[in-house]
């Protein structure tokens, strides 16, 4: 793209450069550094992390070319390196992408909102890909950096862009506009989500509009007239077309046959468009309209539109992980194929190999619309693959097989996917991390099918990029230097231990903790470094946790006195152990009249080193207890003194939990920890956290009942005459509760609501389908986003812990990214 000199010179910024070279992208974390030749990488600081830190990383990685700060000292051994020293290097790397959009005079289209801007960008990608070649975002690249990075692969070819636009603070969306410079706007909706740090929905909404000041044309919704009213005064000279419900509205959404009939019919300048669809919810019809608006601005006839709405896939953004057959972990990347996120999706397999997956598969489908001669592009993927260490590449296309002399030798072609369907008999994926890519046209999902581990038709989807949200919204919550430990006991909260686990040390968790010391070697099996507590630890389970470095909770003279013994057995250096106090929930631990004796008893053991202090809150989400949780926080911060001037060092100290961040900031010290939040679940109503886990399962046969039939055991179920049930594979014995039978309990299809029907039996249940249309086969959401789990825990009278940690593990887990 540019030589590193020229970047130096746009930036008008003083440079060591040892060997100046063609640098093609920027990189800015190194766990997503796949090829490091013509790779930048730019020291970004931010709240909670320093880039500078990482500058070993990448130099080890062998990237050559880094964008520091002015006062970052080059060590010595990096003199084959070459530096820029900006004064800030996000402000460059914003800036370089400003200067690179300016060699472009083509329309440019940039999304903002609070939902649904990455999907409006990956329909409006492949509802115009028969027409255009398409620059558009990778994934959720929104932010501040984000932006940045997805401008900087405009190439000459580009003829029409889409970048999505995210903020969370007033004043950054200004700096995000004058690095994409849109010519045209959409605005998909003004919601709850990113509220955190504005004053009031409009504040939120003038800041977005800032991404529009210099469009020619800006799309929007016309059903919320204060947004629309607002826009038409902050945008003067800006043409609005809207879409919407309403009579006003440019593109009217006349008839929303979509829950029964997959249908919907459109109004546009006096004429009627019916458009078959293929998803039947509320949102997906939502999010297609600005799509099918900005089809018709572009010139794109009736039936373009018809036949490019009836192909769209449905959230192309998801990167699902799956159990595999023989042992293997399916990566199914299976709806996009560019080589922009063939290396993101390299950095996940990369991560996700463990002690149990020892080998890296990929397989790779040919690429489209990539703006790269084949003869330049193949030979790269190659390279990229090459320095991969791949253990298996299956190429599949006529242009990969075109180029195979390029890839290494252990590689298979095949010119098309049934082709590798008849040959996958004799392809061995065992304990093998296994990555599959493709463009859309070569249908992957149907290698996915064979591939994946079939245990039982109903799934708990984990949203991995929501759970890393969460975690980032508390983080933001904490001073500077608190720690974080991350609860993943009860199997995760019934989510899974160690893609949860994965996950949290992926993003930088500093502790994990575990109920039980086969859990803690469970982890360290799985390739998981990150420090361990087991809350619970046993004598008999010492000398495991000693050899795989798993630190235990001291609550008794018990535990103290035999975890010493064990150490001075099999141990040959002080080892950290986590004394716990009883503040006042009356469950494990130390009293504070305890101290003395204790101080006493750890003073004669050398061989143990207090790594920290801590204590249960027993009440923080409940108002009606905050005398009582204030008085225990006063104990444990007196408790905490008194050790630490007798044993003469300090420790960390850590006492709040999810709700405790939430309603007792003051009380951090030195670590909080983070359970029930990392999921979504807020005792305060955080709306910047988002849901992770999804129950699902299918409708497995549709019954009509006879007028005075009862439905199922005990004869409890009743529907009106003439009514319908459909039968769920779905019950108690997979986690759902049988206190929701009989219409206690609701189900989610399409987008409506419909009671449980008759007592649940053990592996099935019924629901009332009277007044919905619905098939065998179509989906059927237990808890998500509606109904939540917390809806189902108030249902039950019960908290969503048990909810969630009822779950059976006979349900397959399936993990996706964004």
């Known amino acids: ?82 530096f820029i020293f900006a004064e800030d290097t996000l402000k460059a790397l914003q800036a370089i992408a400003g200067l690179h959009r300016q060699r472009f005079s083509i329309p440019v289209i940039a999304i903002t909102g609070s939902n649904g801007k990455t999907i409006v960008k990956d329909w409006l990608g492949q509802a115009l890909s028969f027409r255009e070649i398409i620059c558009r975002s990778p994934r959720s690249y929104n932010s501040q950096i984000g932006v940045p990075v997805s401008v900087l692969q405009l190439k000459e070819n580009t003829s029409l862009a889409v970048f999505e636009a995210g903020i969370s603070y007033v004043g950054e969306m200004g700096r995000l506009e004058r690095i994409i410079r849109p010519t045209l706007g959409i605005l998909t909706n003004i919601g709850a989500a990113h509220q955190e740090h504005f004053e009031s929905r409009i504040q939120k909404l003038d800041e977005k509009l800032k991404l529009f000041t210099g469009c020619k044309t800006v799309f929007m919704g016309s059903d919320d007239r204060e947004v629309l009213d607002r826009s038409r005064d902050r945008l003067k000279g800006v043409e609005l077309l809207t879409w919407g419900r309403g009579e006003d509205a440019e593109l009217r959404l006349l008839e929303d046959r979509a829950e029964r009939e997959k249908l919907i019919v459109l109004g546009w300048k006096g004429r009627k468009i019916s458009l078959e669809i293929p998803f039947r919810d509320r949102i997906s019809v939502e999010n297609l309209l600005p799509v099918v608006l900005v089809m018709l601005y572009l010139g794109c006839n009736d039936e373009e539109i018809k036949r490019q709405v009836r192909s769209l896939q449905p959230v192309a953004m998801r990167m699902e992980l799956k159990d595999g057959i023989n042992g293997s972990l399916i990566i199914n990347d299976s709806y996009n194929s560019d080589i922009n996120t063939l290396e993101l ?42 320095k991969k260490n791949i253990d298996l590449f299956i190429g599949v296309g006529s242009k990969l097989s075109r180029y195979a002399a390029s890839f290494p030798d252990n590689s298979l072609f095949f010119t098309d996917t049934d082709d590798l369907l008849d040959s996958l008999g004799s392809i061995s994926f065992k304990d093998s991390v296994v990555l599959i890519k493709g463009a859309r046209q070569f249908r992957f999902e149907r290698l996915v099918e064979r591939l994946e581990l079939k245990l039982h038709s109903t799934v708990l989807e984990v949203n991995i990029d929501a759970l890393l949200n969460n975690f980032r919204v508390f983080k933001k919550k904490l001073k500077p230097g608190v720690k974080t430990l991350a609860m993943v006991k009860a199997f995760g909260y019934g989510s899974g231990l160690i893609e949860i686990s994965s996950a949290l040390q992926l993003g930088r968790v500093d502790y994990l903790g575990v109920a039980f010391a086969d859990e803690g070697v469970e982890l360290r099996q799985a390739g998981i470094n990150t420090p361990i507590i087991v809350m619970n630890p046993e004598p008999r389970s010492f000398a495991l946790m000693l050899e795989y ?264 887990r399936v993990y996706y990214r964004e």
């Open 345 to 386: 999706a390299l950095s996940v397999l990369e991560q996700n190999q463990n002690g149990r997956h020892k080998g890296r598969t990929l397989i790779l489908s040919d690429m489209f619309q990539t703006g790269i001669e084949d003869r330049l592009l193949y030979p790269r993927v190659a390279e990229i693959i090459s």
């Open 549 to 812: 470095g798993l630190e235990p909770e001291v609550y008794s003279y018990r535990i103290l006195e035999a975890f010493n013994d064990a150490v001075n057995t099999f141990g040959n250096e002080p080892y950290p152990i986590h004394i716990k106090l009883d503040s006042g929930m009356h469950r494990l631990g130390f009293y504070a009249s305890d101290g003395k004796e204790l101080i006493s008893r750890l003073k004669k053991m050398p061989m143990l080193k207090v790594k920290s202090v801590f204590s249960h809150l027993a009440g923080s989400d409940e108002e009606k207890h905050d005398e009582f949780t204030l008085d225990q926080l006063r104990l444990f911060d007196s408790f905490c003194k008194d050790i630490e001037m007798g044993l003469g060092y300090s420790f960390i100290r850590h006492i709040l939990n999810s709700a405790g961040v939430e309603r007792f900031s003051d009380y951090q010290f030195e670590m909080v920890r983070l359970g029930i939040g990392l999921y979504g679940i807020s005792s305060v109503g955080e709306t910047e956290l988002q849901n992770v886990l999804t129950l699902k399962t299918y409708v497995s046969q549709i019954k009509e009942v006879e007028d005075g039939g009862t439905i199922g055991y005990g004869r409890k179920g009743h529907v009106k005459q003439g009514g319908r049930i459909a039968v769920l594979p779905i019950g108690y014995a997979d986690g759902l509760n049988r206190g929701l039978s009989n219409g206690k309990g609701m189900v989610r299809i399409g987008s409506t609501l419909v009671p449980i029907v008759g007592n649940i039996c053990m592996d099935s249940c019924m629901i009332d389908v009277s007044d919905i249309n619905v098939k065998e086969g179509d989906e059927v959401v237990v808890f998500g986003d509606s109904p939540s789990v917390m809806d189902i825990a108030n249902a039950l009278n019960t908290i969503p812990y048990e909810v969630l940690t009822g779950i059976n593990r006979r349900v397959k």
């Open 1 to 82: 793209m540019y030589l590193f000199s020229d970047i130096a010179s746009m930036l008008n910024a003083r440079a060591e450069i040892s060997t100046d070279a063609q640098v093609r992208r920027p990189v800015f974390d190194t766990r997503l550094i796949v090829d490091p030749e013509g790779a930048v990488f730019f020291a970004i600081k931010t709240e909670t992390r320093d880039g500078h830190r990482f500058i070993p990383a990448a130099y080890e990685k062998g990237v050559r070319y880094f964008v520091v700060s002015e006062r970052w000292q080059v060590p010595d051994n990096f003199r084959d390196a070459s």
